[in-house]
């Protein structure tokens, strides 16, 4: 196999164990029984023999409630845990977003702590039902490797929760789900954008204007979550074609619809072709980098609704936006043309663009922070930093923010002090900026001093 398949093959595992909470809870309940198959096993040997030291040598009966206590214990444990995750999703579905509960369903604290739990929930039962294994009924003796390691995985267990309670306190926070919906963004972009040095030869094509010679339409309906290029670029290898995908990763496409043009005569598996394309329900970052910004935006724009009305969240929601145009304005853009190996393209896959992004970035925050000053004004410290930080072909899309910013200053503000403030940047939307000088009059009535010419 080679290695970009492998590599894809090893994208796709992480992220199906991160977005299932099953996953390594089951590996939990594996290990344990491999555990309890190796401890049984040695106690069984050791049985006949003296008990080393830290070995339990206790009653069998101390024994049998030991493990008792620890299965009751950790499954009531196990229950608190999940109760709690169910809460806090319901929480940030209601507060931030839908699309929010994401972030938590992937938290690793999450799956290691519930894993633990079943895992030593496995154990204790295991070393319970085979307890014959451990005592020798005729000298009425007890020497038990497992009850010394169901006693340390309890003692595990109870850290791990301490552990876990402290963690989801942090976690569950708006500033802590943003910074890692930011991060997850950041590494996507690092993945799907790279450097001048680090990324593949630069190829362009043009798609043929005839009809095509085989259409591949979707056999249900869904989110193109992501495209096996290496996969797709195999499948056609040796063949004179030129597939064109129809839908770009993100979009919805329904029943029927086009998914794949194959423009060329040769004879290929257009079943294989079709399987290279993933589709579900729902979108993922992993090669969608736009639904990073998305998620983003979608918490602005629910702490920017009249019934939350808490610009500052929206204001940290363009912070992290800030940063990833900064990373995205100085990484070339893929044209979405991919090369066979005698360099011909082969493949074109719909790419969003670095207007796309701008606009994605702030219209919407800027639309519905309107008459926030707080929110404006970091749009505005946003883009000018751009402005002078990026390359002069970043500019044009950043220079009709501006303007937007302008047109929305002189409708969304009536009066000419709150206008002028509108109009000035300032990097916390309200701290550090200028724009908010005293009104200076012939009767200062906000000082109490009149004031007088000269």
Known sequence: MDRPRTSTYL?????????????????????????????????HFLITGPAPFPIFGGEPETARTMLSLIATAVATLTALILTIVAV????ATQALSPRAVRTFLQDAHSHLTIGTFVGTFTFALVVLQQFSLTYDAEADTLTSLSVTVAFVLAVVSLGMFISYVDHIVHQARVTSIIDRIGNETRYAIRQEYPTEDERPR?????????????????????????IDVSRLMKAIARCNVTIVMVPAVGDFIPTGARLL?????????????????DIDAERSI?????????????IAERSLSTGINDPTTAVQVVDQLHDLLRQLGTRPFPSGWYADDEGAPRLYVPQPTWDLY????????????ASS????RRIRSAVLDLLENLPEERHPALHRQIRLLDETAEWAFRSEAERE??????????????????????????????????
């Open 373 to 376: 000053l707080q929110v404006v």
């Open 88 to 91: 806090i999703i319901q929480l």
């Open 11 to 43: 994208r796709e595992f992480r992220w199906y164990r991160r977005s299932r909470l099953w996953v390594v809870p089951s590996a939990g309940a594996g290990a344990a029984l491999a555990l309890a198959a190796a401890t049984l096993s040695v106690d």
């Open 202 to 226: 630069h190829v362009t094509g043009t798609i043929p204007e005839h009809e095509p010679s085989h259409t591949i339409t979707s056999v249900n309906n869904g989110v193109i979550l992501e």
């Open 286 to 298: 992993m090669q969608d980098v736009p639904f990073g910004f998305r998620l983003l935006i979608d």
């Open 421 to 454: 403030a509108a109009t000035h940047a300032d990097a916390q939307g309200i701290g550090s900026g200028g724009g908010f000088g005293p009104i200076v009059g012939e009767d200062d009535t906000a000082s109490g001093v009149t004031q007088t010419e000269g």
């Open 261 to 277: 043009e194959v423009y060329g005569d040769a004879d290929i598996d257009l079943k294989a072709l079709m399987k290279t394309v």
């Open 358 to 369: 701008v606009a994605l970035a702030f219209e919407e925050i800027r639309h519905h922070g």
